[in-house]
């Protein structure tokens, strides 16, 4: 049973606009949220994070939105740039003193010059 | 420089062969894990570690071992490995910022 679910497996993005990553979660228990980035040859790397208390977190260029009631959440770049393009893994964590991370299959973004 | 270091990076084995990736980390972080990465299946938890001596199965541990028996080391075990173990595999150590941090990966083939 996935329990993090990214239902795109890909998407392609002018440079320069909206990139949006969605991620979808089942259970209601999950109360941390982390997207992570995946370039080939590399390991994943934190991008930004969000709790359940928050409804939005914003980096940069980059804001993560959070819906409790739809248990959807989602990862807004503006604007994308060309070295965005990688995968992008959606995770959720079960309550402050878990340590264990679900992750989602991911999404591969191209940013298209 | 805060490093998660896994070797070896790349390995070719052949069905059998017991293999041990090795995972070091220089963060002083208690909770180490192993993830595994493949196709259309994202990241999959292998074991975890809480803590030295402290380790418990992920959500695919068949297969693997692992032990813990210094705060900075948390190898992994393949005592016979099998194709279906081909695959990508991450260390990650837990920061105390709440993400995990992880290593650059070590693809593994098994003939």
């Known amino acids: 049973d996935q329990q993090v679910k990214q239902n795109s497996p890909s998407l392609s993005v002018q440079e320069g606009r909206i990139s949006i990553l969605n991620c979808d979660y089942t259970?209601?228990?999950?109360?941390?949220f982390l997207w992570y980035k995946k370039y080939p040859a590399e390991g994943p790397t934190f991008l930004i994070s969000i709790s359940s208390i928050k409804d939005k977190n914003e980096d940069g260029r980059f804001t993560v939105f959070l819906n409790k009631s739809a248990k959807h959440l989602s990862l807004h770049i503006v604007p994308s740039q060309p070295g965005d393009s990688a995968v992008y893994f959606c995770?959720?964590?079960?309550?402050?003193?878990?340590?264990?991370?679900?992750f989602g299959k991911g999404t591969k973004l191209s940013v298209i010059p | 420089e805060a490093q998660v270091t896994q070797n070896p990076r790349y390995l070719i084995t052949v069905t059998g062969k017991k293999l041990t990736v090795t995972c070091s980390q220089n963060?002083?972080?208690?909770?180490m894990s192993w993830y595994r990465q493949d196709p259309g299946l994202g990241l999959r938890q292998i074991y975890y570690?809480?803590?030295?001596?402290?380790?418990d199965k992920g959500d695919v541990p068949e297969g693997y071992k692992v032990s813990r028996k210094e705060k900075r080391n948390f190898p992994l075990i393949l005592e016979s490995p099998s194709p279906n173990q081909t695959s990508l595999y991450f260390c990650a150590s837990w920061r105390v910022t709440g993400e995990l941090f992880f290593g650059e990966g070590s693809r593994l083939t098994v003939l």
């Open positions: 995770a959720a964590r079960v309550g402050a003193g878990s340590y264990q991370l679900t």
């Open positions: 259970n209601s228990m999950f109360d941390y």
């Open positions: 963060m002083n972080h208690e909770y």
């Open positions: 570690s809480m803590n030295v001596e402290v380790t």
